[in-house]
């Protein structure tokens, strides 16, 4: 069983910056792909971003320009830093991460960005 842990959300104010923060129990290399996804109250869980094994990053539309993923392999964590926050960027975010048949997730962190 993989276990993802995760830190960093928050309150922040409108365009503050957050960086979350996960670290799966296994190697960052052993998966296809990690990635952050985010539901908000109401709504059904979304990609945020994600970043493959092989290849290029992508992120959802709503967040491209403000939000960043990047991998760490000495730290084994993957990280997102989330510049110029939004109201509506308000939701709990969880990380995923991916083998051929398996996908694992963590347990959310809560991101507010209210005033």
């Known amino acids: 069983q993989v276990h993802l842990v995760e830190s960093g959300g928050g309150l922040v104010q409108p365009g503050g910056s957050l960086r979350l923060s996960c670290t799966p129990s296994d190697s960052v290399f052993s998966f296809n792909a990690m990635g952050w996804y985010r539901q908000a109250p109401g709504k059904q869980r979304e990609l945020v971003a994600e970043?493959?094994?092989?290849?290029?990053?992508r992120y959802a539309d709503s967040v491209r320009g403000r939000f960043t993923i990047s991998r760490d392999d000495a730290q084994n964590t993957l990280y997102l830093q989330m510049n110029s926050l939004k109201p509506e960027d308000t939701a709990v975010y969880f990380c995923?991460?991916?083998?051929?048949?398996?996908?694992?997730w963590g347990q959310g962190t809560q991101v507010t960005v209210s005033s």
């Open positions: 995923n991460a991916q083998r051929v048949g398996d996908a694992y």
């Open positions: 970043k493959p094994a092989t290849g290029s990053s």
